[in-house]
């Protein structure tokens, strides 16, 4: 349980004890991969880059050309020489662009696999812990948000860089005196964009948050539309939706309010220094070595700088959005897995069950919900829970596959504490039918025979479905066994889906088999012909049945029930009766409002 309380400290993206630029590199570690593509790319802007320089000094070779009055010359080699850098110029630009969009989305396809990897190997307490909708935006908006910190950010570092350090290496090879009154321009630029770089990330944290805050609201509504209708919550959930996106609205309206002044303050920084540049350059001292094309050049290249740095300073705002993203993103891919310390393997379990002086408490819970369990359960037989809602039958059931750790005590299964097996065996040897069905967008031969039942037969599928009496239904409908469910079936009635779970169990074929109200969804007449089927797999299987009609389970051989978390009376079902106690006032009150 501690992994849990861990799960839910680390959750919060701005605890992550790290800085941007670690982030940062950690995300460019996924380029690795792509190291050919974005070797390609960088070659791509390296000609792009050189190119701008290359414009400038082909710029005071038409002005030296003119003023020598050697024109003639070069008619016929200046148009080609500017026709060669643009074409030069364009193959750049679609090598570095082209390549780059490669890497950046190889880089987002690895990030949403391994998170999906991860998802699916995390405790049932993280699933609890965080609301679906925000974990579907980490999975969606925090990785495009990726997209654009490696495609966009890094294209226009490469590019952009790459030709400020061309025009200023040119201006230095012009005159270096002027080059260095020019320099003194970083510095004031590189403040401007460091407490931009911290608004930025601040703001996109926000953003992030309040866009699962949207997913959350909508992932709920529509979910829930039914009862939204049923129970006139269309007001109330418009108003929190509104809520929501006024949120998001709002922090991203900041972030653009920081970017707009952002750019400007930089470009005026940049005028006063080209104004002070242009004072200098026109004094006789400095220039008297400098040829008219040589000033033009120089100028031309000083002015060429605005545009890259002006770009430079504008691809803050992607690149704090990208390194907020990867934040949420890290600190997901490093929640802690579910813990399997388990060495033990076992091919099949005979289904043998002792609880020993179990006890569980959920995580954040003040009381505990299951309180010194002590039961036995041999292989082959049936133990039946009932209670009040609430009283733990769930709870109990839902330990035996370890989708919890239990805190004290221990449960046992054929001798072996059930921390000794490997998951996987100790799984494999488990069927479950919950109250909630849960079924997969796919068809109905896909959801009976799911995960490692996906290789069986149609002719087992067939049996299984005929043995929870779903084939007469399966039959009616015209693609049969291949029908789409719909998402978690919604294509199917209640009482359907409760057949196709119940089909999925008994082609499992598990030794251990937990039925969490199963036959809770369905309609008499099908319950009946459920119950004989399941009367038929529960022979020579050890059962664990949670039941709220008691007369489901009068044939269990333990009847056990369950009570603020503890177990108050266990026997048969004549037993139990004859105690006059717990079960005999819940047998009497639902046969009495049956009778009524």
């Given at each position: 349980?501690?992994?849990?309380?861990?799960?839910?400290?680390?959750?919060?993206?701005?605890?992550?004890p790290?800085?941007?630029?670690?982030?940062?590199?950690?995300?460019l570690?996924?380029?690795?991969?792509?190291?050919?593509?974005?070797?390609?790319?960088?070659i791509?802007?390296?000609?792009?880059?050189a190119?701008?320089?290359?414009?400038?000094?082909?710029?005071?070779h038409?002005?030296?050309?003119?003023?020598?009055?050697?024109i003639?010359e070069?008619?016929?080699?200046?148009p080609m020489a500017?026709?060669?850098?643009?074409?030069?110029?364009?193959?750049?630009?679609?090598?570095g662009?082209?390549?780059?969009a490669?890497?950046?989305?190889?880089v987002v396809?690895d990030?949403?696999?391994h998170?999906?990897?991860?998802?699916?190997?995390l405790?049932?307490?993280?699933?609890?812990?965080?609301?679906?909708?925000?974990?579907l935006?980490?999975?969606?908006?925090?990785?495009?948000?990726?997209?654009?910190?490696?495609?966009q950010?890094i294209?226009?570092?490469?590019?952009?860089?790459?030709?400020?350090?061309?025009?200023?290496?040119?201006?230095?090879?012009?005159?270096w005196?002027?080059?260095?009154?020019?320099?003194?321009?970083?510095p004031l630029?590189?403040?401007?964009?460091?407490?931009a770089?911290?608004?930025f990330?601040?703001?996109?944290?926000?953003?992030?948050?309040?866009m699962?805050?949207?997913?959350?609201?909508?992932?709920?509504?529509?979910?829930?539309?039914?009862v939204?209708?049923?129970?006139?919550?269309?007001e109330?959930e418009?108003?929190?939706?509104?809520?929501?996106a006024?949120e998001?609205?709002?922090?991203?309206l900041?972030?653009?309010?920081?970017?707009s002044?952002?750019?400007?303050l930089?470009?005026?920084?940049?005028?006063?220094?080209?104004a002070?540049?242009?004072?200098?350059?026109?004094?006789?001292s400095?220039?008297?070595?400098?040829?008219p094309?040589?000033?033009?050049?120089?100028?031309?290249?000083?002015?060429?700088?605005?545009k890259?740095i002006?770009?430079?300073?504008d691809?803050?705002?992607i690149?704090?959005?990208?390194?907020?993203?990867s934040?949420?993103?890290f600190d997901?891919?490093?929640?802690?897995?579910?813990?399997?310390?388990?060495?033990?393997?076992?091919?099949?379990f005979?289904?043998?069950?002792?609880?020993?002086?179990?006890?569980?408490?959920?995580?954040?819970?003040?009381k505990?919900?299951?309180?010194?369990?002590?039961?036995?359960?041999p292989?082959?037989?049936?133990?039946?829970l009932?209670?009040?809602s609430g009283?733990?039958k769930?709870?109990?059931?839902?330990?035996i596959?370890?989708?919890?750790d239990?805190?004290?005590g221990q449960?046992?299964?054929?001798g072996v504490?059930?921390?000794?097996?490997?998951?996987?065996?100790?799984?494999?040897?488990?069927?479950?039918v919950?109250?909630?069905?849960?079924?997969?967008?796919?068809?109905i031969?896909?959801n009976?025979?799911?995960?490692c039942?996906q290789?069986?037969?149609?002719?087992?599928?067939?049996?299984?479905?005929?043995?929870?009496n779903?084939w007469?239904?399966?039959?009616?409908?015209?693609?049969?066994?291949?029908?789409?469910?719909?998402?978690?079936?919604?294509?199917?009635?209640?009482g359907?889906?409760?057949?196709?779970?119940?089909?999925?169990?008994?082609?499992?074929?598990?030794?251990?088999?937990?039925?969490?109200?199963?036959?809770?969804?369905?309609?008499?007449?099908?319950?009946r012909?459920?119950?004989t089927?399941?009367?038929?797999?529960?022979?020579?299987?050890?059962?664990?049945?949670?039941?709220?009609?008691?007369?489901?389970?009068?044939?269990?051989?333990?009847?056990?029930?369950v009570?603020?978390?503890?177990?108050?009376e266990?026997?048969?079902?004549?037993e139990l009766?004859?105690?006059?106690?717990?079960?005999?006032?819940?047998?009497?009150?639902q046969?009495s409002?049956?009778?009524d």
């Amino acid at each position: 349980m501690q992994d849990k309380e861990n799960i839910e400290t680390e959750v919060p993206v701005q605890k992550v004890p790290v800085s941007g630029t670690q982030i940062y590199f950690r995300l460019l570690g996924y380029v690795r991969s792509s190291w050919l593509y974005l070797l390609l790319s960088v070659i791509g802007y390296v000609i792009y880059a050189a190119m701008e320089p290359a414009l400038a000094a082909l710029l005071k070779h038409i002005v030296d050309v003119v003023s020598e009055g050697n024109i003639s010359e070069s008619r016929l080699v200046i148009p080609m020489a500017i026709l060669g850098v643009f074409i030069a110029r364009g193959i750049g630009t679609f090598l570095g662009n082209y390549f780059m969009a490669k890497v950046a989305n190889n880089v987002v396809f690895d990030l949403r696999t391994h998170m999906f990897n991860k998802l699916v190997r995390l405790p049932s307490s993280y699933f609890h812990s965080i609301p679906t909708g925000r974990l579907l935006a980490k999975l969606t908006y925090d990785t495009e948000q990726v997209i654009g910190s490696i495609t966009q950010a890094i294209r226009v570092v490469l590019r952009e860089g790459l030709t400020v350090v061309g025009l200023l290496g040119y201006m230095i090879y012009m005159n270096w005196r002027l080059s260095l009154l020019f320099l003194l321009v970083v510095p004031l630029i590189g403040l401007v964009v460091s407490y931009a770089s911290k608004r930025f990330r601040k703001l996109s944290t926000r953003i992030q948050n309040a866009m699962g805050g949207v997913t959350d609201v909508a992932s709920e509504a529509i979910k829930g539309h039914e009862v939204v209708k049923i129970f006139g919550g269309s007001e109330y959930e418009i108003k929190r939706f509104h809520k929501a996106a006024h949120e998001n609205r709002r922090s991203q309206l900041k972030m653009e309010m920081t970017k707009s002044l952002n750019i400007p303050l930089v470009q005026f920084i940049l005028a006063v220094m080209m104004a002070i540049l242009i004072w200098f350059a026109l004094s006789p001292s400095i220039s008297s070595h400098m040829s008219p094309g040589d000033f033009i050049a120089f100028l031309t290249a000083a002015g060429m700088l605005g545009k890259p740095i002006r770009q430079l300073t504008d691809v803050n705002s992607i690149l704090q959005k990208g390194i907020a993203a990867s934040y949420s993103i890290f600190d997901f891919l490093d929640l802690p897995e579910e813990v399997d310390k388990g060495q033990t393997t076992a091919t099949r379990f005979k289904g043998n069950i002792e609880w020993e002086t179990m006890s569980f408490k959920y995580s954040g819970a003040e009381k505990q919900t299951l309180k010194n369990i002590n039961l036995s359960l041999p292989a082959g037989k049936t133990l039946a829970l009932v209670g009040r809602s609430g009283s733990g039958k769930s709870t109990m059931a839902n330990l035996i596959p370890r989708f919890y750790d239990i805190d004290e005590g221990q449960i046992s299964i054929d001798g072996v504490a059930i921390n000794d097996y490997k998951l996987t065996e100790l799984r494999s040897n488990i069927a479950l039918v919950n109250q909630q069905v849960v079924l997969f967008n796919g068809t109905i031969r896909e959801n009976i025979a799911y995960g490692c039942l996906q290789d069986t037969s149609l002719e087992d599928v067939i049996e299984a479905a005929k043995a929870a009496n779903a084939w007469d239904f399966i039959q009616e409908l015209d693609q049969g066994v291949d029908t789409m469910v719909g998402e978690n079936g919604v294509l199917l009635s209640g009482g359907q889906r409760q057949r196709i779970a119940i089909a999925r169990a008994i082609l499992k074929n598990a030794p251990i088999l937990i039925l969490d109200e199963a036959t809770s969804a369905l309609d008499t007449e099908s319950e009946r012909a459920i119950q004989t089927a399941l009367d038929g797999l529960m022979e020579n299987r050890t059962t664990i049945a949670i039941a709220h009609r008691l007369s489901t389970i009068e044939n269990a051989d333990i009847i056990a029930v369950v009570d603020h978390g503890e177990i108050i009376e266990q026997g048969s079902h004549s037993e139990l009766l004859a105690m006059n106690g717990a079960y005999a006032q819940l047998h009497n009150q639902q046969f009495s409002d049956a009778a009524d």
